[in-house]
């Protein structure tokens, strides 16, 4: 693709692409106009946003002419208004293609005095396959495979309604393998003995294997954006796994890690935290605390893997870990006083994993964080997490 960003995709940038003779690829097509307003030009339309989305995602670029399938020269658009282009196009695609494709985006270059280029990016979808409509009426499963379109073969088609199954699977069992190793201290540094905090996001494109992290990038300076409160300072260590992001001051007992984020090169990210306190001879995880911690945790991760260029869908899911002989601690809003719940009644509170459509499309987190510790505060016999008000609203406390 041209850049991770869309936002950093600018005149100049496509200047230089025809300049350089940028040749296209499996994830990138040049089209000197816009799709024709007639049903063949949107199948056509619809035939290629379907061929990305069935392989491995991609940019048409609409105002930039191709020689021999190499980017020649800027064809600015002027024949029809950019916010006119694009509600036509999405129009076609809700039209003609099913099932819907999440994640499709426009941007718009403006080039010249009057004139603009057009981008369409296509995501790498695991809610497919897709097939578009023809226009007798009948459907077409395609795929893109370098730089021509075919249709997908009887293997292909089987393998792609059973692809995003398969990765969740995968994905669940990863995040089991990552729930053992951080239990039995087989982790970038094991942990305190005592209750632990685990949270994970595993995006479904790190199980394809097509997510590759730059951990080199990230070492130059952007790892600080997994900081958290109480680290005082932010450091990092490479290793065979990718990056393990930790606090810069270091741990009183040698050895152990109290708190830390693992970067995994394929996009995983993992956050574990020891969280027990002992309260006048009570073994306690302050509710308050733990529910900052995982809200914290996965707000920094979701806007990390779209930073990473990462999209689709993802699963989230949390954790807490040897928590045997711990209660809840937690202020109750309607008596006005800090309590304790019932000692856990197992060594292990797994919630199972939620769903994330379309990282991309995630505007409010609570949606998805209040859910998820609701199920940790019932696991103690409590009936919600009361970090949230009745309207769902954040009250950190």
């Given at each position: 693709m041209l850049a991770t960003r869309l936002d950093q995709i600018d005149e100049r940038l496509l200047s230089q692409l025809c300049s350089d003779e940028c040749p296209e690829s499996q994830t990138l097509d040049f089209k000197f106009s816009l799709p024709r307003k007639d049903e063949p030009g949107k199948v056509e339309f619809a035939k290629d946003v379907c061929a990305f989305a069935n392989a491995d995602g991609g940019e048409i670029v609409f105002g930039i002419s191709d020689t021999q399938g190499r980017a020649s020269a800027p064809c600015p658009i002027d024949t029809e208004p950019s916010d006119a282009a694009q509600r036509r196009l999405i129009q076609t695609i809700d039209r003609l293609i099913e099932p819907?494709?999440?994640?499709?985006?426009?941007?718009?270059?403006?080039?010249?005095?009057?004139?603009?280029?057009?981008?369409?990016?296509?995501?790498?979808?695991f809610d497919g396959p897709h097939r578009f409509a023809t226009e007798g009426g009948a459907s077409r499963f395609v795929i893109r495979v370098g730089t021509m379109t075919q249709?997908?073969?009887?293997?292909?088609?089987?393998?792609?309604?059973?692809r995003t199954a398969t990765l969740a699977a995968k994905a669940s069992d990863f995040r089991s393998s990552r729930?053992?190793?951080?239990?039995?201290?087989?982790?970038?540094?094991?942990?305190?003995?005592?209750?632990?905090?685990?949270?994970?996001?595993?995006?479904?494109s790190a199980m394809a294997g097509r997510t590759q992290i730059d951990i080199q990038a990230l070492n130059s300076g952007s790892f600080a954006q997994f900081n958290q409160r109480g680290w005082g300072g932010v450091t990092r260590t490479l290793n065979l796994d990718g990056m393990a992001v930790h606090p810069a001051i270091r741990s009183e007992?040698?050895?152990?890690?109290?708190?830390?984020?693992?970067?995994?090169?394929?996009?995983?990210?993992?956050?574990?935290r020891?969280?027990?306190?002992?309260?006048?001879?009570?073994?306690?995880?302050?509710?308050?605390?733990?529910?900052?911690?995982?809200?914290?945790?996965?707000?920094t991760f979701i806007a990390a893997t779209r930073g990473?260029?990462?999209?689709?869908?993802a699963i989230m899911g949390a954790a807490l870990l040897d928590t045997a002989g711990y209660?809840?601690?937690?202020?109750?809003?309607?008596?006005?006083?800090s309590e304790a719940s019932a000692v856990a009644d197992r060594p292990d509170m797994v919630v199972p994993e939620a769903w994330?459509?379309?990282?991309?499309?995630?505007?409010?987190?609570?949606?998805?964080?209040r859910p998820l510790l609701d199920v940790l505060y019932q696991s103690f016999g409590i009936e919600r997490c009361f970090e949230y008000d009745e309207r769902g609203q954040w009250v950190a406390r």
């Open positions: 819907r494709i999440v994640g499709v985006q426009f941007h718009t270059v403006p080039f010249g005095k009057a004139g603009y280029i057009l981008l369409v990016r296509v995501p790498q979808s249709d997908l073969t009887y293997t292909q088609l089987r393998g792609a309604f059973d729930i053992n190793a951080i239990k039995s201290g087989r982790t970038w540094k094991p942990m305190p003995d005592g209750v632990k905090w685990v949270v994970h996001l595993l995006p479904v007992h040698e050895g152990r890690a109290y708190s830390y984020v693992q970067v995994f090169r394929s996009g995983v990210l993992e956050g574990s020891f969280g027990g306190r002992l309260v006048d001879d009570r073994r306690i995880i302050p509710g308050g605390d733990m529910s900052a911690y995982f809200r914290e945790r996965l707000t990473f260029g990462v999209r689709g869908p209660a809840l601690g937690v202020f109750n809003p309607r008596s006005g006083m994330i459509d379309d990282i991309e499309s995630v505007t409010d987190v609570d949606l998805l964080v």
